[in-house]
């Protein structure tokens, strides 16, 4: 079993010559085997605290800590990270130009194997297939360029591919659902679900609990001006789906501003 | 300005003629060229300064080979092979010269149907004296337009000629390989002479390379004149060591076509100066090149499409990268003179720093002197996109490697354009070479 844990983390960023802070002391601990949700509303840190967790260098970490199994990642680059056994499925993937979709996962999963062993074409191309046939993609999406010219909803899709094909130990989905359609949501789904198991764990966040519906959440964390303010089980999403984050926020008493409201 | 010493006597050079049994006319314009370049200038390309270069260095013959005579009269000279020549039996059409020696000549059964020509330079001059006196030095490449172009004149020691008779058409391409030793003390003055007749069709496929580093200089020309309605693939892979002037200079006619795709891939400092002239009405050129400097070197690439006829097409994409000290300049020029009615000429010049020391230029030059065109330009020198580098990491890949699968895209529109995978593979492979070298350089000095 692994264990990811994020301690009181606080983060800033640098924008031109203005500093924010976003995340305000995040606690959040997860296990192999879990499903975690994240909900809150927009501009809350969601993206911040997925992106610091895998190592963006563009967020400081002024205090507290993220550590896998006991280990502090804070001073290891976005790569070391994901060969420890994270992985991102980001909000908005790169696209890039010249590299086919394929040779990028084959190399990808070699970084992760030693230099002498890399994994045999034959093999790779059994699991990429299987997994292509699960997310119903088409082959020619293997060969395209790196989500050159793909659809929101490809590109989506095409980051779920990477997941099944890298194998992490955990998972961070940033907003995986956003601009799908609902077959493509439950495909999507369905590539999640195959991964679970006691050895993956993952971190999911969305704004609907549509998406809860299909990956049924083992804990569910809301996030309010750069913090968890609650977290609780699946029916909490459901809460949240008709009270809002206003009432939440007011049964809480906490004073935080929420964008849509002024 | 700096007072030249000519490189040769006059007495020596008509020695030289003689021994290689030369065109009168040619040694006459030798004679003439010794004399004039020490006083013509060197020609100016923007922000690159070569001035100081050692450019005119080494001996019209090998130092070490006195007793191997470099005189064509005996074709049966072998050529020692090349150690690359694996496909030769594969290679429908192979060329292949080393140092300046009588080339190898292996034409596929297509080439020697449709009557192409492929010869040493001087035997060239024998049995072609008057494609000689049509095109050598006279309409791409001007014998004494400036003191590189004289200088060149005076001491080409070798070369090849290379003629497509009208309606000649290629299927396969013919393939060169162009070696210098690099070591052995002499003057690399290697003359390409290409004539593609009317309506001809061919691929080429160079290939320059240098064994070993080694103080003298080399002063190579190509010229290439497309006769009306000729179409031709050009594609180069450069891997100079030696400090390098380098011409390759085309002249088309009328409806006349030219693909440029070349690699710049070379280990020494290197002064280009590449120049379609599009004369004929109708007439096409498309300049693809990418290039990658690293360590200390200096590569100043300068390219100039000129639109004289009516109807012309000029494109010039320009990709580079550099890392280290090292230094790449491009300029693209791109120039409509009066009268070229109905032209387009556009340009794209970019570069990428892949260190804080690396120098970087991407000059877009329009000269426009006529109104009824369309002309456009696009540079930028910048470093590698950041969220892309972010998003390679973030699947486990090194810096290194992500950076050169960014780079390679950024190069990649060059390598799309190579027709043969083989040669596609062979400048990929050198790409990657050449940054992997880098990177190791650069993270040793950090
Ligand atoms: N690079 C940056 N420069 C300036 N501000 C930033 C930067 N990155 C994030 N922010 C700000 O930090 C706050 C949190 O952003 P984040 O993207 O983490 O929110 P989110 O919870 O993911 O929102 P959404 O639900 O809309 O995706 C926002 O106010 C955002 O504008
Ligand atoms: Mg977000």
Same mark, same amino acid.
């Given at each position: ?8 983390? %606080? ?6 010559? #203005? %500093? ?15 499903? %975690?949700?994240?909900?809150? &509303?927009? =501009? ?10 895998? =190592? ?20 290891? &680059? ?19 130009? @010249?590299?086919?979709?394929? #040779? ?13 062993? &890399? ?7 059994? #699991? ?6 699960? /997310? ?17 909803? #490809? ?17 961070? /989905? ?46 569910? %964390?809301?996030?309010? @001006? =750069? ?25 809480? =008493? ?9 | ?157 070798? +070369? ?24 052995? +003390? ?95 009405? +109708? ?128 190069? +990649? ?34």
């Amino acid at each position: 079993m692994s264990v990811l844990e994020v301690r009181d983390l %606080h983060v800033r960023v640098d924008d031109q010559n #203005e %500093h924010k802070e976003i995340l305000k002391g995040v606690d959040l601990t997860m296990k192999t085997g879990e499903i %975690h949700a994240v909900m809150g &509303p927009n =501009g809350t840190g969601k993206s911040t605290l997925s992106g610091t967790i895998m =190592g963006n260098p563009r967020y400081q970490v002024t205090s507290g800590d993220i550590l896998l199994d006991g280990v502090s990642l804070l001073d290891k &680059p976005v790569d070391e990270r994901a060969r420890a056994g994270l992985f991102l499925a980001m909000q908005y993937p790169a696209e890039i130009v @010249g590299v086919t979709n394929a #040779e990028f996962m084959r190399a990808a999963i070699n970084a992760r194997r030693p230099d002498d062993d &890399p994994i045999s074409v034959r093999q790779f191309i059994k #699991e990429l297939d299987h997994n292509l046939a699960l /997310l119903d993609m088409s082959e020619g999406m293997a060969e395209r360029y790196l989500n050159q010219g793909f659809s929101g909803g #490809e590109k989506k899709r095409n980051e779920i591919l990477q997941l099944l094909m890298i194998k992490p130990t955990f998972a961070i /989905l940033d907003e995986i659902d956003s601009g799908l359609d609902i077959d493509a949501m439950k495909v999507v789904a369905k590539g999640v679900n195959s991964m679970r198991g006691a050895a993956f764990g993952s971190l999911i966040i969305t704004h609907y609990q549509r998406l809860l519906d299909y990956i049924k959440p083992d804990v569910v %964390h809301v996030m309010m @001006g =750069g913090r968890v303010v609650k977290s609780g089980d699946a029916d909490l999403a459901r809460k949240l789906e008709d009270e809002g984050y206003t009432g939440l926020r007011d049964e809480l =008493g906490l004073d935080i501003q929420l964008t849509d409201e002024n | 300005m700096v007072r030249v010493k000519p490189f040769t006597t006059a007495a020596e050079l008509a020695t030289f003629s003689a021994d290689h049994h030369e065109m009168a006319s040619l040694a006459a314009l030798r004679q003439q060229a010794l004399a004039a370049y020490p006083q013509l200038p060197l020609p100016t390309f923007e922000k690159i300064r070569y001035q100081r270069w050692p450019l005119f260095n080494g001996n019209l013959a090998p130092e070490q080979a006195a007793n191997q005579t470099v005189t064509s009269t005996s074709m049966s000279a072998p050529v020692a092979p090349l150690a690359t020549t694996g496909a030769a039996d594969q290679e429908p059409a192979m060329i292949q010269q080393l140092d300046l020696q009588v080339p190898r000549v292996q034409l596929s059964a297509e080439a020697q149907a449709q009557g192409v020509v492929a010869l040493d330079f001087f035997q060239a001059q024998r049995e072609y004296p008057e494609l000689f006196a049509k095109y050598y030095g006279t309409l791409a490449a001007p014998a004494l337009a400036n003191r590189l172009a004289a200088f060149h004149t005076a001491a080409v020691n070798g +070369g090849l000629l290379i003629y497509l008779p009208a309606g000649a058409k290629l299927t396969a391409p013919l393939t060169l390989e162009l070696t210098q030793s690099g070591d052995n +003390g002499q003057l690399y003055a290697q003359h390409l002479l290409l004539v593609a007749g009317e309506n001809s069709e061919a691929t080429i496929l160079a290939t320059r390379h240098t064994t070993t580093a080694g103080s003298a200089s080399a002063n190579i020309v190509e010229e290439l004149i497309l006769e009306q309605g000729a179409q031709l693939r050009y594609t180069a892979i450069d891997g100079l060591k030696n400090t390098t002037y380098l011409a390759r200079r085309a002249y088309l006619f009328a409806d006349a076509r030219i693909d440029w795709a070349l690699g710049e891939m070379n280990d020494g400092d290197i002064v280009t100066d590449f120049n379609t002239d599009l004369v004929g009405n +109708g007439s096409q050129a498309d300049f693809k090149a990418v290039a990658i400097s690293t360590g200390s070197q200096f590569q100043g690439i300068t390219t100039r499409l000129t639109n004289y006829g009516l109807h012309t097409v000029a494109n010039i994409l320009q990709h580079g990268v550099i890392l280290s000290d090292a230094t790449l300049t491009f300029n693209g020029v791109g120039h409509i003179v009066k009268g070229a009615r109905d032209s387009d000429s556009q340009q794209e010049n970019r570069v990428l720093m892949l260190s804080r020391t690396a120098r970087g230029d991407a000059n877009p030059i329009l000269l426009i002197d006529e109104n009824d065109v369309r002309a456009g330009h696009a540079a930028s020198v910048g470093r590698v996109n950041e969220s892309q580098m972010y998003y390679l990491m973030s699947r486990g890949l090194s810096k290194d490697l992500a950076e050169r699968l960014v780079i390679r895209g950024f190069l +990649g529109s060059v390598l799309t354009e190579i027709p043969v995978a083989a040669a596609r593979a062979a400048l990929t492979a050198t790409i990657e070479r050449k940054l992997i070298d880098g990177q190791r350089h650069r993270d040793r000095a950090q």
